[in-house]
């Protein structure tokens, strides 16, 4: 049995975990997958954006025409772009793995795979057992499988599309969430003939408006076959042919399935320890991340990431690390009063499509549902400057605020650098600021695209004063 005073379970956002200022600690981190650094750096967050990014510039090129820019000419050459990406983050991802591996005298790194045999000990593949006096689960999720469509050298999922050898023809995408209309727009972009089957519709959880907003555009661009699922699927000489719950049929090159991402606790035996779960299979943690057994905080077991974490993002998962660091640091023995704990709000939200969206919070309809007395305001990117400057006709930022204190309770932005334009709204929401004087009360550089938000901002104010109905 090998004894050590700190398990961290996965590589991922757990890595971030052992610092110096827990020097002290005899450190074992546990890792199975083929590659190092978790989801978000090898198959997630990173790659996929820097995919995207080159999307968007073939996509601008295609473009160029409205701008009045003739005769732009793009070759796609994947080979190049995948080895360029994959150049950079193998390098990371390896360089991180040998640093853990002889890099720190008190961090020890396993690469296999552990299931739980008491709360705070666990076994590997090979039967090695190690006990901790303190353990993080940091497992993570997986791409979850359809019933329907079995994996296959045809059929992948996100953590093996990025590696293909050469561009399918037609590619066929099922699911509607946002790995599924990030591939879409990416694979778009580049040239691929995208048919995506959701079985309902795209973004399903958007503000309405946006959601009509994505979906027209989404439909522009690629095949959409919204509300019907894939019933079976054939392997034929040159593809797979899908079954559709409506009768129809698709033939692609090649699949990609993208329905959501299942927690690992089936992996790590957490129920046989006695962990509390949610219905999907995450860990219930309490506000300072430790892990519940029947309802009561387990002695020295933290959770971070998309093992319990309701947002399966990695803003989420890195900010639930900062916390079980700062309580890991507090020692064994804290009282709850010395500890850290989790209480960070709203959580933004961000897909890099084509278009992008960002939001965070309530629509309208979600927080009258939960008694508010609010109200929104909409503006479109074509009534800015900015907007004239992308000649943008489809783009806006909506705001839903609570009439009696003028706070922000949601906020939802579709078009170009929906992401970065949120910011401003996540910082006023997070620290609970009315949009009273809000937009007045600092520059915004003219005639950049923040304008879009200062002016969405001007109206909720006049909203309040009663100037706007
Ligand atoms: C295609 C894609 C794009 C994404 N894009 C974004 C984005 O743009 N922005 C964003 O915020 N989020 C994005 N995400 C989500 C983000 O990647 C995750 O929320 C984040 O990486 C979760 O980190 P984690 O540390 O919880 O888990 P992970 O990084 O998955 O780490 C968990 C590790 O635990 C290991 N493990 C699991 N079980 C065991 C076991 N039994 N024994 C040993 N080791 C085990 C796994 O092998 C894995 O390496 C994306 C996800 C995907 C799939
Ligand atoms: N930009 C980002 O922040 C980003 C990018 C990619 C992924 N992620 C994270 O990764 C997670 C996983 O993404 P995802 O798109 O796989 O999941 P998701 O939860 O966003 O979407 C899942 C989709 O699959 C559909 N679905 C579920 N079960 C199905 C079934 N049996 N048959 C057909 N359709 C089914 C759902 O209706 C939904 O449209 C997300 O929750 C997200 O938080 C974030």
Redesign the pocket.
């Known amino acids: 049995m090998d004894e050590v005073e700190l398990l961290i379970i996965g590589a991922g956002s757990g890595n971030s975990i052992p610092t110096p200022q827990l020097s002290a600690l005899s450190i074992a981190i546990v890792d199975d997958a083929p590659w190092f650094g978790g989801t978000c750096l090898n198959v ?2 990173i790659p ?2 820097m995919f995207v990014h080159v999307a968007d510039v073939a996509r601008s090129a295609r473009d160029a025409e409205r701008l009045g820019l003739r005769n732009v000419h793009i070759d796609v050459d994947w080979p190049a772009i995948r080895d360029r990406v994959f150049g950079r983050i193998d390098a990371i991802a390896m360089s991180g793995e040998e640093y853990r591996r002889s890099g720190e005298p008190n961090v020890s790194l396993v690469r296999e795979s552990v299931r739980f045999t008491a709360p705070r000990e666990v076994e590997t593949d090979s039967g090695r057992r190690i006990r901790a006096e303190r353990v993080v689960i940091a497992a993570g ?1 997986r ?2 499988a ?3 469509v079995p994996p296959s050298p045809r059929v992948l999922t ?1 953590d093996e599309i990025m590696h293909i050898d050469a561009l399918p023809a037609r590619l066929a995408i ?9 591939f879409a727009a990416m694979f778009e972009g580049l040239g691929v003939e995208v048919v995506q ?9 958007l503000d309405p408006e946006l959601q009509g907003r994505f979906m027209a555009a989404a439909a522009a661009s690629w095949e959409v076959r919204s509300e019907t ?2 019933v079976a699927s054939t392997e034929t000489a040159d593809g797979v042919r899908l079954e559709l719950s409506d009768g129809s049929a698709v033939s692609a090159e090649l699949v990609l399935v ?4 299942e927690p690992n606790t089936d992996r790590l035996g957490t129920e046989d320890v006695g962990f509390d779960h949610h219905p999907d299979g995450r860990l219930v943690v309490d506000r300072y991340q430790r892990v519940l057994s029947g309802g009561e905080a387990t002695a020295g077991v933290f959770a971070l990431g ?1 093992i319990d974490a309701a ?5 989420v998962a890195n900010h639930e690390a900062r916390v079980v660091q700062a309580n890991l640091l507090a020692g064994p023995d804290a009282p709850e009063v010395k500890l850290v704990a989790n209480d960070l709000a709203p959580v933004p ?4 499509s084509a278009p992008q969206v960002a939001w965070f919070g309530e629509t309208l309809a979600t927080a009258e549902q939960c008694g508010f007395d609010a109200f929104e305001v909409l503006h479109e990117y074509a009534w800015t400057a900015w907007g004239w400057a992308l000649e943008d006709r489809d783009s806006c930022c909506k705001l839903v605020v609570e009439a009696l204190t003028g706070r922000l309770l949601g906020a939802h932005i579709i078009g170009p650098d929906a ?1 970065v334009l949120l910011q401003p709204l996540v910082l006023a929401a997070s620290n609970g600021m009315s949009v009273r004087g809000l937009a007045r009360s600092q520059y915004w550089p003219h005639p950049a695209a923040s304008e879009i938000v200062e002016n969405a901002l001007l109206k909720a104010e006049d909203y309040l004063l009663g100037a706007v109905t």
């Open positions: 997630g967050c996929t954006k999720s791409p979850r359809h019933p329907a996100s099922v699911g509607g969430g946002v790995v599924a209309v990030e089957i959701a079985r309902s519709t795209l973004l399903r959880d699922n894939v993208a329905i959501g991402r998309d947002h399966q993002l990695k803003h939200s961000a897909v890099f992401p």
